[in-house]
T-cell receptor
Framework: AQKVTQAQTEISVVEKEDVTLDCVYETRDTTYYLFWYKQPPSGELVFLIRRNSFDEQNEISGRYSWNFQKSTSSFNFTITASQVVDSAVYFCALSEAKRGGADGLTFGKGTHLIIQP | NAGVTQTPKFRVLKTGQSMTLLCAQDMNHEYMYWYRQDPGMGLRLIHYSVGEGTTAKGEVPDGYNVSRLKKQNFLLGLESAAPSQTSVYFC???????????FGPGTRLTVL
């Protein structure tokens, strides 16, 4: 069965520091999709990225970057020059497309990121 | 374009009461999902639907029922609420298999 592990329960950094959130996944499928979502204090879930298992290229979007490494089953998320507005809970999630993906996302337990001014 | 909406936003029930949570999406998505979020647990899938008239069980389906009579609506029912069902419930929809899921704002349910 699939599983997503976010070992960092809470991370606290000072504004402008870089911070990396770890995500390790388990799946027996060769085709799968990985996601990151942000949940700010207001509670909504905000989509950040979707990556399929055949695309190991790193992705950069502004201050955000993602490092996907199949060899270590990891999909880590880095925020460069963090800002107070980045404070949120971040979830990594997995979808196994082999079963159609219709069985939803398997989420990690989340990492609570606190950016101190 | 409202996206995904959930009704109600908050609800307090007594043990044994029943209720229905409504999820509506205006994006013509085929796939819809219900999750629950508990402290320190992430989100867990309750039920999902791959199209109008179809539903299937997720990871934690016990105590819940669902219906998808119309493509745009996905209802989650609690027939006899229990304190263990105190949670925040999120609905989501997606346009295709394993695609990005668009989430509603959530419903905070307390069962006393």
């Amino acid at each position: 069965a699939q599983k997503v592990t976010q070992a960092q329960t809470e991370i606290s950094v000072v504004e402008k520091e870089d911070v990396t959130l770890d995500c390790v996944y388990e799946t027996r499928d060769t085709t799968y999709y990985l996601f990151w979502y942000k949940q700010p204090p207001s509670g909504e879930l905000v989509f950040l990225i979707r990556r399929n298992s055949f695309d190991e290229q790193n992705e950069i979007s502004g201050r955000y970057s993602w490092n996907f490494q199949k060899s270590t089953s990891s999909f880590n998320f880095t925020i460069t020059a963090s800002q107070v507005v980045d404070s949120a809970v971040y979830f990594c999630a997995l979808s196994e497309a082999k079963r159609g993906g219709a069985d939803g996302l398997t989420f990690g337990k989340g990492t609570h990121l606190i950016i101190q001014p | 374009n409202a996206g995904v909406t959930q009704t109600p936003k908050f609800r307090v029930l007594k043990t044994g009461q029943s209720m229905t949570l409504l999820c509506a999406q205006d994006m013509n998505h085929e796939y819809m999902y219900w999750y629950r979020q508990d402290p320190g647990m992430g989100l867990r899938l309750i039920h999902y639907s791959v199209g109008e008239g179809t539903t299937a069980k997720g990871e934690v389906p016990d105590g819940y029922n669902v219906s998808r009579l119309k493509k745009q609506n996905f209802l989650l029912g609690l027939e006899s609420a229990a304190p263990s069902q105190t949670s925040v419930y999120f609905c989501a929809s997606s346009p295709y298999l394993a695609g990005e899921q668009f989430f509603g704002p959530g419903t905070r349910l307390t069962v006393l």
